[in-house]
């Protein structure tokens, strides 16, 4: 079974500076997807990037990058210029590719606060 | 708006009681999955339909039961309610089974809260 861990329950950041969650899993599947997800105090779920397991090169959306280490199996997300509503829950989650079924398995969170 | 829609969006219940909830996916998506958000548990997988047939089950509980109608609709009902169900629900709607490349469209969660 395919476990995903975040062992950053709380992260604390500054405004415009650039801060770095981290994400491991652990599978025995060669070939997945990886995504992080943004929950604010909405409650509302917000894709906000991801990683198929195949391709070396990082995913950037605008200030979201990831740092995907397969071999290490491990999927960190940066923010850079941190903003206020950059404040939320980050849940770092992961697909197994193919077959019948596609759920997403969560890691815990860690909850980002960005100070003014 | 995600093009998920949730109803209700908050319940507030008796324990024993039972409550449905629903469910309308993005328009063009055929599989519905149903999450549990509690407060010490993270996002737990529940159930996926797709196209109107069960294709995985997750940690649900044999009071909970769930079923996608024809028009894709999807209604999970919770039954002999205890306090430690009351959770932050959310159901998600993506194209197809096997092909989640682009991950989940989240609605916006029913908040239940048991008395």
């Known amino acids: 079974a395919q476990t995903v861990t975040q062992s950053q329950p709380e992260m604390s950041v500054q405004e415009a500076e650039t801060v770095t969650l981290s994400c491991t899993y652990d599978t025995s599947e060669n070939n997945y997807y990886l995504f992080w997800y943004k929950q604010p105090p909405s409650r509302q779920m917000i894709l906000v990037i991801r990683?198929?397991?195949?391709?070396?090169q990082n995913a950037t959306e605008n200030r979201f990058s990831v740092n995907f280490q397969k071999a290490a199996k491990s999927f960190s997300l940066k923010i850079s210029d941190s903003q206020l509503g950059d404040t939320a829950m980050y849940f770092c989650a992961f697909m197994k590719q193919g077959g019948a079924t596609n759920k997403l398995i969560f890691g815990t969170g860690t909850l980002l606060a960005v100070q003014p | 708006d995600s093009g998920v829609t949730q109803t209700p969006k908050h319940l507030i219940t008796a324990t024993g009681q039972r409550v449905t909830l629903r469910c309308s996916p993005r328009?063009?998506?055929?599989?519905v999955y149903w999450y549990q958000q509690s407060l010490d548990q993270g996002l737990q997988f529940l159930i996926q339909?797709?196209?109107?047939?069960?294709?995985a089950k997750g940690n649900i509980l044999e009071r909970f039961s769930a079923q996608q109608f024809p028009d894709l609709h999807s209604e999970l009902n919770l039954s002999s309610l205890e306090l430690g169900d009351s959770a932050l629900y959310f159901c998600a709607s993506s194209v197809v089974a096997g092909q989640g490349n682009y991950g989940y469209t989240f609605g916006s969660g029913t908040r239940l809260t048991v008395v």
């Open positions: 328009s063009g998506d055929l599989s």
């Open positions: 990683q198929e397991a195949y391709k070396q």
């Open positions: 339909y797709y196209n109107g047939e069960e294709r």
